[in-house]
């Protein structure tokens, strides 16, 4: 039987934001991971300078060796529809790889690893957990994603009746002659909505990387819209024609959309597992990370002592941060106010204002402080 102070099940950016954190305070942390790192993950790779932030990643040791696109403005509209162009006079988000970023972040945190091997069970042993009956720890943390196991532990009832995001997404290298025909600028993303306003499109090129996908509120005219997207950018000449079709999915929970329990006696979630992607904007890396960062304060207080009423400061952090599950920070726009925004998704200043600083850069809301 193998012993550590904490279990993270799954090295996404919140399970290694998490690690990072607390083996900064040495405790000593494994991580679990069903996948071998380098891998892939379903997502157009946009980042916000808070995550940078928070992280303290070195920008120049990072861009050294990966793909960190600087964006410095957007082209916004509506599938079909005019689009606007938003320039800032500073970089206000970053385009990454995933399976860069991640790796990059997994590596950093200093925890011990075990890699290509998923959580299967959980015990209770008196005050501590056995995970596959062969590693005993006081404390689970969940970090497995939308369909993480810990979650489904705790009682979440996963794809069943949650209403989750259904995205679909592509990255791939670019040949000399799709890099001609591409007319998305590495520095400007293009997003979008679809002309019910119940999800949107983007096309995100990093460096030779081009990045298209679209997510929706509803998976049954998923493969529809993405068709209709793809084609509407093939025929306004924005990317090449012989893109490639095999499109990834993947599901997520939008933050008060559906409410998981955040933690139990020995056990917290975070990231996609706790269900907190911004409602606005469908940005989960932001809150996976300050999940992660909010829970390793939690516990390091919490010092050994890990019984539910311990870790409930942890749920208070996240309330104070993105509003309680009921009434989410910055919630969804009501149907009336969806309605008004398709008809001014041209106009600049409410581009600019509302759906760019306010829904999609949380321009309002600094970086997380950790000490
Ligand atoms: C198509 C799409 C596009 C997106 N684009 C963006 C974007 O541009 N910017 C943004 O901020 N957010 C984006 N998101 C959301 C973002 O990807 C997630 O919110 C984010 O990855 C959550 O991080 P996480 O660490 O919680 O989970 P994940 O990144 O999903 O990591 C979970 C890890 O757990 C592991 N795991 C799963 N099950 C098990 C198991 N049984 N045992 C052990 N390990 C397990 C997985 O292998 C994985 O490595 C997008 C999502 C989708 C679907």
Same mark, same amino acid.
Request: charged share 25%.
């Given at each position: 039987?193998?012993?550590?102070?904490?279990?993270?099940?799954?090295?996404?950016?919140?399970?290694?934001?998490?690690?990072?954190?607390?083996?900064?305070?040495?405790?000593?942390?494994?991580?679990?991971?069903?996948?071998?790192?380098?891998?892939?993950? $379903?997502?157009?790779?946009?980042?916000?300078?808070?995550?940078?932030?928070?992280?303290?990643?070195?920008?120049?040791?990072?861009?050294?060796?990966?793909?960190?696109?600087?964006?410095?403005?957007?082209?916004?509209?509506?599938?079909?529809?005019?689009?606007?162009?938003?320039?800032?006079?500073?970089?206000?988000?970053?385009?990454?790889?995933?399976?860069?970023?991640?790796?990059?972040?997994?590596?950093?945190?200093?925890?011990?690893?075990?890699?290509?091997?998923?959580?299967?069970?959980?015990?209770? +042993?008196?005050?501590?957990?056995?995970?596959?009956?062969?590693?005993? &720890?006081?404390?689970?943390?969940?970090?497995?994603?939308?369909?993480?196991? $810990?979650?489904?532990?705790?009682?979440?009832?996963?794809?069943?009746?949650?209403?989750?995001?259904?995205?679909?997404?592509?990255?791939?290298?670019?040949?000399?002659?799709?890099? +001609?025909?591409?007319? $998305?600028?590495?520095?400007?993303?293009?997003?979008?909505?679809?002309?019910?306003?119940?999800?949107?499109?983007?096309?995100?090129?990093?460096?030779?990387?081009?990045?298209?996908?679209?997510?929706?509120?509803?998976?049954?005219?998923?493969?529809?819209?993405?068709?209709?997207?793809?084609?509407?950018?093939?025929?306004?000449?924005?990317?090449?024609? +012989?893109?490639?079709?095999?499109?990834?999915?993947?599901?997520?929970?939008?933050?008060?959309?559906?409410?998981?329990?955040?933690? +139990?006696?020995?056990?917290?979630?975070?990231?996609?597992?706790?269900?907190?992607?911004?409602?606005?904007?469908?940005?989960?890396?932001?809150?996976?990370?300050?999940?992660?960062?909010?829970?390793?304060?939690?516990?390091?207080?919490?010092?050994?002592?890990?019984?539910?009423?311990?870790?409930?400061?942890?749920?208070?952090?996240?309330?104070?941060?993105?509003? &309680?599950?009921?009434?989410?920070?910055?919630?969804?726009?009501?149907?009336?106010?969806?309605?008004?925004?398709?008809?001014?998704?041209?106009?600049?200043?409410?581009?600019?204002?509302?759906?760019?600083?306010?829904?999609?850069?949380?321009?309002?809301?600094?970086?997380?402080?950790?000490?």
């Amino acid at each position: 039987m193998e012993n550590c102070d904490a279990l993270i099940v799954g090295g996404g950016p919140a399970g290694s934001s998490c690690a990072w954190q607390l083996r900064s305070h040495g405790l000593d942390v494994m991580v679990m991971d069903k996948s071998t790192f380098p891998r892939d993950k $379903v997502c157009a790779g946009w980042i916000t300078p808070a995550v940078t932030e928070a992280l303290q990643l070195d920008h120049e040791d990072y861009a050294r060796r990966h793909v960190m696109q600087p964006i410095t403005a957007f082209r916004t509209g509506l599938i079909d529809g005019g689009d606007v162009e938003t320039r800032y006079p500073t970089t206000v988000s970053y385009g990454i790889r995933r399976r860069e970023l991640d790796n990059y972040l997994l590596q950093r945190s200093g925890a011990r690893l075990r890699q290509g091997e998923a959580l299967k069970s959980l015990q209770r +042993d008196g005050t501590r957990w056995i995970a596959n009956g062969a590693i005993s &720890t006081p404390l689970v943390i969940g970090a497995g994603g939308h369909f993480c196991p $810990v979650a489904r532990f705790m009682g979440a009832k996963l794809g069943a009746t949650e209403p989750a995001i259904a995205a679909k997404e592509i990255e791939f290298e670019m040949t000399p002659a799709q890099r +001609d025909d591409c007319r $998305v600028r590495g520095d400007t993303p293009e997003l979008y909505f679809c002309p019910d306003l119940k999800g949107y499109g983007w096309c995100f090129r990093k460096g030779n990387y081009l990045n298209i996908g679209l997510g929706r509120e509803d998976n049954h005219l998923l493969s529809e819209q993405l068709g209709n997207f793809c084609d509407f950018l093939k025929q306004r000449g924005r990317i090449p024609r +012989d893109i490639p079709d095999n499109f990834h999915g993947h599901a997520y929970l939008l933050y008060g959309h559906s409410v998981r329990k955040q933690l +139990d006696d020995g056990m917290l979630l975070v990231g996609d597992a706790a269900g907190l992607a911004y409602p606005q904007s469908g940005e989960g890396i932001r809150p996976a990370v300050e999940s992660g960062l909010m829970a390793a304060a939690t516990i390091i207080e919490a010092n050994g002592d890990y019984r539910r009423q311990q870790l409930q400061p942890y749920a208070n952090r996240l309330a104070a941060r993105f509003g &309680t599950a009921a009434a989410p920070a910055g919630a969804d726009p009501s149907p009336l106010r969806k309605f008004l925004a398709g008809k001014l998704l041209g106009n600049r200043w409410f581009t600019r204002h509302v759906v760019l600083d306010r829904w999609f850069l949380h321009a309002n809301q600094a970086a997380l402080q950790t000490t």
